[in-house]
């Protein structure tokens, strides 16, 4: 029971453990809304969990970073660290933003792999040590309050520009390269969810907006995707018609 305790208390606030299981008023708006806020929160740390993962294996699997954006990787994983190190020092819960913790590492994984594969070995590692002594200041409390508030306002333009990046880069190549479409739609959804889950648990303005930027530049990849995609099957069997004709 104490275990239960302990679980349920994650999915509900104190108020409206009281409202559900003492006052039996199933109905409550806002308990309602804090609930399906709680859900959609931890849904998202379980899906990013894994959500980079198949870039960094179809990265790993092809020994390629073809078509990825370093610049858009960098921005992306200070955007994603100073978010995640913002929420962290404010007292944010937990689900409305530990996300950042996994989506982090992966898209560190990312970047180092980036590197490696375009011979880069010495600077990957550097840039690994580096990266993890800024973490450790961080949850050691050496990070100034307001360097970590200055780089979640400037959060907006780096997001932008990391999908502006990578948005060019597709359409010089006229294809999304290595980019995994499984993370792309699951980065759009997490960002979409996320927009409902900073309104409720935060209350974070520049949490918000920089949510529902990051949104919509996610679906621009998305839709990017979707374009090449069909374009190359296009293209494709263009050329095997054009191969029967010849033969």
Request: proline share 2%; with cysteine.
């Amino acid at each position: 029971m104490e275990y239960l305790k302990k679980v349920s208390e994650f999915f509900f606030t104190k108020q409206c453990m009281k409202e559900y299981f003492t006052n039996y008023n199933f109905f409550h708006v806002e308990c309602f809304k804090a609930t399906l806020s709680k859900v959609l929160g931890t849904g998202i740390i379980a899906g990013s969990l894994t959500v980079k993962l198949p870039q960094v294996f179809k990265i790993y699997a092809n020994k390629s970073s073809e078509g990825i954006n370093f610049i858009s990787v960098l921005l992306d994983l200070f955007a994603i660290t100073a978010m995640g190190s913002y929420s962290f020092t404010s007292g944010f819960p937990f689900s409305a933003w530990g996300d950042s913790v996994f989506l982090g590492l992966q898209t560190l994984a990312i970047a180092l792999l980036c590197l490696h594969y375009s011979g880069e070995t010495i600077k990957a590692t550097a840039f690994f040590f580096g990266y993890m002594s800024i973490i450790l200041g961080v949850i050691t409390g050496m990070a100034p309050v307001d360097v970590l508030w200055a780089c979640q306002n400037i959060n907006i333009p780096i997001i932008l520009l990391s999908k502006f990046f990578q948005a060019r880069t597709n359409y010089k190549n006229s294809s999304t390269g290595q980019l995994s479409a499984v993370t792309c739609f699951m980065l759009f959804f997490g960002s979409l969810a996320r927009i409902f889950t900073s309104i409720q648990e935060t209350g974070d303005t520049s949490m918000v907006i920089m949510y529902i930027c990051s949104t919509t530049a996610n679906a621009v990849i998305a839709g990017q995707l979707i374009y090449y995609w069909n374009a190359g099957d296009k293209k494709q069997k263009k050329n095997i018609k054009s191969n029967k004709k010849s033969s």
